[in-house]
């Protein structure tokens, strides 16, 4: 039980300095294991591992009937886009079967694992997967059916699926962040951007169970969602809108979670209330248009009404949001709930328009200590630059002790002050308590280019899981490439991968 587990104030390793080397670069005692790389077949039907990993989600594998294995699991592995460049290798004149493979190289892999001594390996499994641009999806919720979908209630596919969240009845919160580029990127192929850019649910364990997007929840740029379930049995989840001047939401379902239910469970994300937060005066102003007059007087700069109806406010959460007051923030990426204190912290990763160029890590606290509550105090937890040695937070992930694990996305970092003091991306060991709160200690740097994100623990605290996101990514071509990270053996070309790191002592009480 995380709650019986005390404070660690202290690294479980000897922070690593800055490091600019093409690898996976961890403290002594400590490996990495490539596992699942972009390619790798791992289907019955030959599917293959798509690209860009973002998101992990440890599902154990006898999750169903209450066991916690952290030795086999279903994995769920988000592939946030492609780069052209490295899945067809033309990114000038690409083919109708280009951007198919494109279309088959995002989405979600499902795919079962096991561990076997201190190695890590993907089974043969019946409900290995692959949710990607061509799968069907549903539309649940207010929006379902709506002009703001034209009436649609099916539709294809999930991309931009950046971060995540797990909900306690076993199924994968994925979320679609950036996804404006595809109508034209895959032009002819009959992409509405409407039908992206929600949450979509997937049950790991039930390939039958057609994904759905939850509607309810909003549409903006989808970072991830921080699930919990309140005192009163609803669930709630905490989300960012990923953009610059963006805001922060929380979902409160409308019914209540039933641990002896999943079959109900599993429609428990498709009504509730959104809520975006005011960090003015601390509440959350509730994106209800029959509830709330600023909606249904919102006006377009045409003058005409910008929403009509609970489906409109949802389809453009970002402009509800802004018309009630909500606060624009630097570029909400991961939140995360403290597993002791109920806090909820919030990683804000820049904003080059103010020149934040470090960004910070923000936490607050519901009145009351109950998440459902619309009233809530806040406060700077850490704040990134040369002094604090880490910049641009984006994935956060708790361990019981309560210890913030967390992840830097550096993008151009030849054109910000950045470059100066810290390296490639790397992951940061930050305790929340103690004399090193708000401390960041680097634990891990990634290969050139690369992000690692996603970050997830195996329940027993011995296995940490990071995906490697586009090494190699700024090479000029195929012919000056600047990664060659997990490359297939024979070949150059980098790999986005899921790692597995061992050499942690695992929880101890
Ligand atoms: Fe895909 Fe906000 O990171
Ligand atoms: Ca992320
Ligand atoms: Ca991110
Ligand atoms: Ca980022």
Known sequence: DPQKVGPLTMPPFRAIPVTTADAMTLPGGYRAQVLAPWGETFTEGGR??????????????DMLTGGTSSTEALLTINHEYVNPMFVGGDTKNRTPAQIRAEMEAVGVSVVRVKKEGREWRIVPDARNRRIDALSDIELTGPVRGSSAVKGATMVKGTVGNCSGGQTPWGTLLTCE????????????????????????????????WTPKKRTAMGRFRHENVAVTVAKDGRVVGYMGDDMQDSCVYKFVSRGKYDPEGRAANLNLLAEGDLY?????????????????????????????PLFTSQADVLADARASALAVGGTPVDRPEDIEIHPRTGEVYVALTNNSKHGNFFGQIVKFREQGDDWTATKFMWEIFAVGGPQSGFASPDNLVFDPYGNLWM????????????????????????????????????????????????????PDGKTLFVSIQHPGEDSESLDKLRSNFAAKPGTNIPRPTLVAIEGFPGWKA
Request: glycine fraction near 12%.
């Open 177 to 208: 962040e950036n996804v404006d580029g595809y109508a034209k990127a895959w032009e002819g192929s009959g992409y509405d951007p409407m039908h992206q850019g929600w949450v979509t649910e997937i049950d790991p364990f039930t390939p039958e």
């Open 407 to 458: 992840v830097t996305d550096n993008s151009d970092l030849s054109t910000n002050p950045i470059k100066a003091f810290h390296g490639n991306n790397a992951m940061f060991f930050m305790p929340t308590e103690g004399p090193n709160a708000g401390k960041a200690f680097r634990f891990a740097v990634g290969p050139v280019d690369a992000e690692m994100t996603g970050p997830v623990w195996s």
């Open 276 to 304: 975006v937060a005011n960090f003015g005066n601390g509440s959350w102003v509730l994106l209800d248009y029959d509830k709330n007059k600023k909606l249904q007087d919102a006006k377009a700069s045409d003058g005409k």
């Open 48 to 61: 293959e591992i798509g690209f860009n990993h973002d998101y992990v989600g440890f599902f154990p594998i």
